[in-house]
């Protein structure tokens, strides 16, 4: 056994970890932090076994590229000691928390990528796990790092964002603070080769800035300008118009079926609103083993990505992981709906909101919105961003429905209250503009 296995709770936080098994209406929640969303094949049937030796069998993909076991029960050690076991733990407990870094989960094989950010993005995780003083971050606190791939979350905002550009043919990491790649600005840049300093100047500046009830970049900025922030940061950065007007390029992304790499082919699939059962996951791992290069990417849209598959066995690959339950085709009403807990698990929720998506998928023709959000209350922890519609639950099988508006905060503009599951399917299925009616 590793010599931390027996470590319980390294830090306080309300966020489950590794260690830090945290208590919810179905059991407790552990959850697993992977570098970059790597799964190794034999680490998903580790994780697989796990869930059902020590808990009720629900593995949930987060919405940060992780995985978290649900319902675990009494033992505590022997389910960490088996995740230590096949590798899924940090170097050292304390590390666990701030294990948190986005890449795309087609990062090193995209075909739009600029570069493999890969090693700088173990870098920066060293980096965070390895240095004490970078444990103090929140759990909750996040950086990402992109390179252009056409698979990549643009929508999570992220305390620190990097993404790689092009600039004289040299490559150059630009940054933005508190926001999101799709939107925020970009406030400086400097060459890629001086990622990792700026990571760490950034991370001690923030520390250095932030009080006790800062835990944030949003609430550092709150009292600090970002033009302050940066001037201390004793790295020098270019920040020219050629950088500060570069924005991201924005593509649109599918996450599942064939998606092209610079070589070869990966697919996507995803578990039925963010649930994997230990068969999906030893079914993947099974395929990922036979036909591609034995891993897994775990997506933040709460998929699974298989890359470096053989191109002659996508079909076959489909057919296998569609028998398990799989969902490989973004037009399935089901791969389009994502909902929170909902009340078996969570004391918060007025809706059981996991079984009324699934009644809602079944109501949804081809009108609905490209992604449709259910939530049991306003606090919307299952996704990072604003659907363009969220239904709010207010009672049992009865919802507020919201459409996304950039310019209002929260879900956006409200179109209807207290409506029913039939109602909403029938008021979803509208043409957008209808939704006003
Ligand atoms: S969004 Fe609210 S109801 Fe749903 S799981 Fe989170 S806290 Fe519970």
Redesign the pocket.
Known sequence: MPPHASYSSPRPSACPGLWRIVSALDGGICRIKLPGGVLLAQQAEAVASAAERFAGGVIEATNRGNLQIRGVGPDHQGLVAALLAAGLGPREAAGDDVRNLMLSPLAGLDPAMVLDVRPLGGQILDLLEGTPRFHALSAKFALQLDAGERLAMLDHPHDLWLSVLELEQQPWLAFGLAGSLGESDVLGAVPFSQGLTLVRAMLERFLDLATPTQSRMRHVLQTCTAADFIDGLGVALRQDPAVLGWRRPVRPVTWLGALPQRRGVALGVAPPLGRLTPAMLREAARVAREQGDSSLRVTPWQSLVLPNLASGGIDQAQHSLMTVGLLCHAAEPLARISA???AS??????SE?KADAVALAALLGPGAPASVHL????????LAHTAPATLL?RAPGHYDLYQRDPRLPGFGALRATDITLNEAGAMLDLPTEHLDD
């Not at 698990?345 to 007025?350: D, H, P, R, V």
């Not at 939530?375 to 299952?382: D, H, L, N, V, Y």
């Open positions: 929170c807990t909902g698990g969570c004391a918060k929720a007025l909101t939530t049991g209350c306003p606090r919307s922890c299952a639950a």
